[in-house]
């Protein structure tokens, strides 16, 4: 089975990479010219440099019976459609379409579960619920999937989208990062109480779903969720009470104020940059957003680590 991976430097991608060689397959890890490839040198993995954007390399690099993966994101939440696009659509459009000319066996997208926007309700939703932008980042992750849709009609290549839940794992700067640093100050920041549930998965397991949709029976185009386990803020900071051994300060955000000051630092930074609060982000922590993975659970697969196990690997890492 030839695999060939896009987006392997990248925090989910080198998750896939490290899961794909421990299961014992191995992957090409295909990476632009003057990529940090440490991590996949550690690992052991095959690597290919190239220019992503000159087509006519591309098209030498992706071979025929192959099985595609892209992991490549355009992750800054506060930049524009038209800096994204290029990445999110047009890259993504022309690795599907030149895998489809080489007749690919399948291309399975690493995609996100904020293309459903924050317009849900308290209960866990499947892939049927309707994709709702609330923001530049919900729609650029529709068009995305919807680009890839539209191209898998006319094609011989399997589609596999996944959408993968909230991810803690090794090698993320910013999610669980963020709150480890407060808990140094034994403060654990909230909104609205810290109440709101939420969808998690450790970025291993987002590694091994991939992994499971290499073989599995799939029809032209398929979508699927996945979850590790279901949790609140505050059992999030109960998570790494324990792990540190020490209570932490719930310091409460009102919303609205929260919001505010986010919006001000969008209109301080340009688009592009990384302020320290956007409205995406207050959205991401005030919302429920929970997930029914009964579809790839049904097909065999099954995650593995626990929101403790997530931590513990996280910290660790941090610590190096």
């Known amino acids: 089975m030839k695999i060939l991976l896009f987006g392997a430097t990248g925090f989910l991608g080198s998750h896939v990479a490290e899961q794909l060689i421990l299961a014992g397959f191995k992957p090409t890890c295909i990476v632009r010219n003057g990529s940090n490839t440490q991590f996949l040198q550690q690992i052991h993995a095959q690597i290919l440099s190239i220019n992503f954007d000159d087509l006519t390399v591309l098209k030498d690099t992706i071979i025929s019976d192959s099985i595609v993966i892209n992991c490549i994101a355009d992750t800054r939440t506060h930049a524009s459609y038209e800096q994204k696009k290029p990445v999110e659509i047009e890259l993504t459009k022309s690795l599907f379409q030149i895998a489809s000319l080489k007749k690919a066996k399948r291309f399975i997208q690493l995609s996100t579960v904020m293309v459903y926007g924050f317009s849900r309700p308290p209960t866990p939703i499947n892939e049927e619920y309707p994709t709702t932008p609330s923001f530049i980042y919900n729609q650029i992750a529709i068009d995305r999937e919807n680009t890839l849709l ?10 596999i989208i996944l959408r993968p839940s909230n991810v803690i794992g090794k090698r993320d700067t910013s999610f669980l990062p963020s709150f480890v640093m407060a808990h140094k100050f034994k403060l654990f920041p909230a909104l609205d109480g810290g109440n709101h549930h939420f969808s998690c998965i450790d970025a291993r397991d987002v590694g091994r779903a991939i992994t499971h949709l290499l073989s599995i029976p799939v029809n032209q185009s398929e979508i699927f969720l996945t979850k590790g386990y279901d949790l609140t803020w505050l059992a999030l900071k109960t998570s790494l009470d324990n792990y540190f051994g020490h209570s932490s300060f719930v310091f409460n955000l009102p919303k609205g104020i929260t919001k505010f000051f986010a919006a001000l630092f969008e209109k301080l930074y340009p688009y592009g940059s990384h302020p320290p609060l956007t409205r995406f ?21 099954a995650p593995k680590y626990t929101i403790e196990d997530s931590i513990k690997s996280t910290i660790e890492s941090l610590r190096g």
């Open 150 to 159: 539209s191209e898998a009609k006319n094609s011989n290549t399997a589609l």
């Open 281 to 301: 982000d207050v959205a991401v922590l005030s919302t429920d957003t929970l997930f029914d993975d009964t579809r790839i659970r049904a097909s065999g697969f």
